[in-house]
Each structure stands twice: as C-alpha cells, then as structure tokens.
C-alpha cells in the first residue's frame, strides 16, 4: 500500500485529482481500479491479521470514496462540505420561495396526473430541472467560488432525487410491466 497517503486524505487527493466538480470520470474509474488492485484485501492474503484488517480498511475506503465522486450531487456536497459550507439537509430546509413553489406545483402535477404520459411528462420536466440545477452548482463551485450558494443547489438536487423516486413509483403504478 502506499505509504503517501492516509486514511483520513480527502476523496480528491486520495484518487490525484484536483479537487473540483467537473472531473474526468474516465479518470475516476482509472484511478479506482489502480487503487483497488493496490489495496484489495485479497493481496495480503497471505500476511499478518493486522495488515490484512488494514487492507481491508483500505478497499473500504477507496470504495466510498469512489462512490462519493463518482455521483455529481454527493461529490458537489462533499465539495461544499470541504470548503466549509455545510449542506445539513436534515435541518436546513430552508429555500428560496420559487423553489418551495416549484414542489408545490410538481407534487400537485404527480397527484393530479392519471396518464403514464402526464407523468413521464413530468419526469421530462424534473430531468431538465435537475440538469440545470446540477450545472449551476457546478458554476458555483468551480468559477463562482460560493460554495454557500452551492450548498442550496444541492439541498434543491436532494430533493429533487427523492421527488424522482416518486415519480418512478407511480410510473410502475401505471405500468408494471416497466
């Protein structure tokens, strides 16, 4: 294992990337796997106890720190968590009046839509949304350097992905056969 880096290294450092939103995803997963076959418990086999547990300690790690970049709305949360803007989604619900409105009227839609095409149509909708939302919270990050206003974008893209969850499970109301 390299004896460089530490368990308790940030995600970016410890895949060698800048740490950033945008990121070469060819690069995440190449680093993963250079990683993985560098830790991987199955390498230290044949050692003591004690390096086996810390091999494993290793795979865990790069593992979740894997799966933390490799999703855009955790990996901007974890950015805003780095640069000191707490995203607290659990107790900060706090958001801008449009977007409250912008529930209002997508929980309204989802309750009143009878057709899969009212709610595929809605789920159209969320997807631009989300992608929108998604690229601002990038902007704010890397160019912008408001990590605080990146913070409600992602609460936003939080809510948006249990609201997506919704969707899906009216959609396999409608069809079950999807």
Same mark, same amino acid.
């Given at each position: 294992?390299? $004896? !460089? /880096?530490? %368990?308790?290294?940030?995600? @970016?450092?410890?895949?060698? %990337? &800048?740490?950033?939103? !945008?990121?070469?995803?060819?690069?995440?997963?190449?680093?993963?796997?250079?990683?993985?076959? *560098?830790?991987? &418990?199955?390498?230290?086999?044949?050692?003591?106890?004690?390096?086996?547990?810390?091999?494993?300690?290793? +795979? =865990?790690?790069?593992?979740?720190?894997?799966?933390? %970049?490799?999703?855009? =709305?955790?990996?901007? +949360?974890?950015?805003?968590?780095?640069?000191?803007?707490?995203?607290? #989604?659990?107790?900060?619900?706090?958001?801008?009046?449009?977007?409250?409105?912008?529930?209002? !009227?997508?929980?309204? #839609?989802?309750?009143?839509?009878?057709?899969? #095409?009212?709610?595929? #149509?809605?789920?159209? *909708?969320?997807? $631009? *949304?989300?992608?929108?939302?998604?690229?601002?919270?990038?902007?704010?990050?890397?160019? !912008?350097?408001?990590?605080?206003?990146? +913070?409600?974008?992602?609460?936003? /893209?939080?809510?948006?992905?249990? @609201?997506?969850?919704?969707?899906?499970?009216?959609?396999?109301?409608?069809?079950?056969?999807?």
């Amino acid at each position: 294992m390299d $004896t !460089a /880096l530490r %368990l308790d290294s940030d995600d @970016f450092t410890l895949f060698g %990337l &800048p740490p950033k939103f !945008a990121l070469d995803r060819a690069q995440l997963d190449a680093q993963w796997r250079r990683l993985q076959a *560098e830790v991987h &418990p199955d390498r230290f086999a044949g050692e003591s106890a004690t390096r086996q547990r810390q091999a494993m300690q290793w +795979a =865990v790690r790069v593992n979740e720190a894997h799966q933390r %970049l490799k999703d855009p =709305v955790k990996r901007a +949360a974890y950015l805003c968590e780095m640069r000191g803007a707490s995203v607290n #989604a659990e107790r900060n619900t706090a958001m801008p009046a449009h977007f409250l409105m912008q529930q209002m !009227a997508w929980r309204e #839609a989802l309750e009143d839509a009878r057709s899969l #095409a009212d709610v595929e #149509a809605l789920q159209a *909708e969320l997807a $631009t *949304e989300q992608h929108d939302t998604l690229a601002q919270a990038a902007r704010l990050l890397d160019e !912008a350097g408001q990590p605080e206003a990146a +913070a409600q974008q992602v609460r936003a /893209l939080m809510f948006m992905q249990r @609201f997506r969850q919704d969707i899906e499970r009216r959609l396999d109301a409608l069809d079950p056969t999807r």
